[in-house]
């Protein structure tokens, strides 16, 4: 079993067609220093913070 805490400090990358690269993916990391509600369903605010190929 993974730790979701630490999937969420990950970020995520999502694919879009909005991205600057045709077909790319956008980055959102979770907020620095906000806080995040432990136990199931962990909610945890995140923020763009770029696009990749």
Known sequence: MTDTRQELDGGVALAT???????GRALYDPGAGEPRTPGP????????SGDSP
């Open 17 to 23: 067609e909005l991205s600057r690269w045709p077909g």
């Open 41 to 48: 369903g962990i909610t945890c605010r995140f923020h763009y």
